[in-house]
């Protein structure tokens, strides 16, 4: 499975696409801190993304899964789900964020740091 990479810039279209490639082949999933505005793109699982970001100084409460489909375009490319939404505490008892608000958040964050759907 492929590595994660912590992301605060535009991550290059070459390692997106590696990254997919290594891992689920049609997606990469990713943790998002929406108040730091970064991304951990890549890896098995979510919770791992996580506990890179919390190693980095994020807080539990602002981070976030997601999954990202290259070439799916901007409507299609954002499922928001992922075991580590589960919190009931932040009113989010699914996998699946909720709250359309969040939502925004992190589809501005990861259209600035991994793309828009494209290729």
Same mark, same amino acid.
């Given at each position: #499975?492929?590595?994660?990479?912590?992301?605060?810039?535009?991550?290059?279209?070459?390692?997106?696409?590696?990254?997919?490639?290594?891992?689920?082949?049609? #997606?990469?999933?990713?943790?998002?801190?929406?108040?730091? $505005?970064?991304?951990?793109?890549?890896?098995?699982?979510?919770?791992?993304? /996580?506990?890179?970001?919390?190693?980095?100084?994020?807080?539990?409460?602002?981070?976030?899964?997601?999954?990202?489909?290259?070439?799916?375009?901007?409507?299609?490319?954002? !499922?928001?789900?992922?075991?580590?939404?589960? $919190?009931?505490?932040?009113?989010?008892?699914? #996998?699946?964020?909720?709250?359309?608000?969040?939502? !925004?958040?992190?589809? /501005?964050?990861?259209?600035?740091?991994?793309? $828009?759907? !494209?290729?």
């Amino acid at each position: #499975m492929s590595d994660i990479k912590l992301l605060t810039a535009k991550i290059d279209k070459n390692e997106l696409k590696r990254l997919a490639l290594e891992g689920f082949k049609d #997606m990469v999933k990713f943790t998002v801190d929406v108040k730091q $505005r970064r991304i951990a793109i890549g890896g098995e699982l979510h919770a791992d993304g /996580e506990q890179l970001l919390l190693e980095n100084g994020s807080e539990q409460k602002d981070i976030w899964g997601a999954n990202y489909y290259p070439g799916k375009g901007e409507s299609g490319c954002l !499922e928001y789900t992922s075991l580590i939404n589960i $919190r009931p505490s932040q009113g989010n008892s699914s #996998m699946e964020i909720v709250s359309e608000d969040l939502k !925004e958040k992190i589809k /501005e964050i990861a259209f600035a740091l991994i793309g $828009r759907g !494209e290729d």
